[in-house]
């Protein structure tokens, strides 16, 4: 699996479509483990940079499926927001690997869904709350 590989066009792809900034927007750090297939890119935005966005991270996670192909999730989360967003990407052979890397950096950009619940959350409006004798 690609792990590595995939992490850094994460990266690319968010430096560019980041501002420039004389020294870099973004500080990036990785934490691998190839051998159980995971991967945590921790982003921070550069305090010189004054980029609107909060940080965050994008956990990656390599698998195979039960019928033997590759598969990546990817799971993004930002700075003071409980939702998170998952996405997949599916190994097959005319994926393109930059391209997929690119909707996952575009995708933590754009931040957390503005309609999304916090997980372990349920909706309350519309509910009648029950008696206690039932």
Same mark, same amino acid.
């Given at each position: 699996? !690609?792990l590595?590989?995939? &992490?850094?066009?994460?990266?690319?792809?968010?430096?560019?479509?980041?501002? &420039? &900034?004389?020294?870099?927007a973004w500080d990036f750090a990785?934490?691998?483990?190839?051998q %159980?297939?995971?991967? !945590?890119?921790?982003l921070?935005?550069?305090?010189a940079?004054?980029?609107?966005?909060?940080? /965050?991270?994008?956990?990656? %996670?390599a698998?195979?499926?039960?019928?033997? #192909? %590759?598969?990546?999730k $990817?799971?993004?989360s930002?700075?003071?927001s409980?939702?998170t967003?998952?996405?997949?990407?599916?190994?097959t052979?005319?994926?393109?690997?930059k391209? @997929?890397?690119s909707?996952? $950096?575009?995708?933590?950009? @754009?931040?957390?869904p $503005?309609?999304a %619940?916090a997980?372990? #959350?349920?909706?309350? @409006? /519309?509910?009648t709350p029950? #008696?206690a004798?039932?």
């Amino acid at each position: 699996m !690609r792990l590595l590989s995939f &992490v850094s066009d994460i990266e690319h792809s968010i430096t560019a479509e980041s501002p &420039v &900034v004389d020294g870099g927007a973004w500080d990036f750090a990785r934490t691998v483990n190839f051998q %159980q297939g995971l991967c !945590r890119l921790t982003l921070a935005p550069r305090p010189a940079a004054d980029l609107p966005f909060p940080s /965050g991270t994008i956990f990656l %996670q390599a698998f195979s499926l039960a019928d033997g #192909s %590759q598969c990546l999730k $990817a799971t993004l989360s930002w700075k003071d927001s409980p939702v998170t967003t998952a996405m997949a990407v599916y190994s097959t052979p005319q994926l393109n690997w930059k391209l @997929e890397a690119s909707k996952i $950096a575009t995708a933590w950009m @754009e931040g957390p869904p $503005a309609n999304a %619940q916090a997980p372990n #959350s349920l909706p309350t @409006e /519309g509910l009648t709350p029950l #008696s206690a004798t039932g």
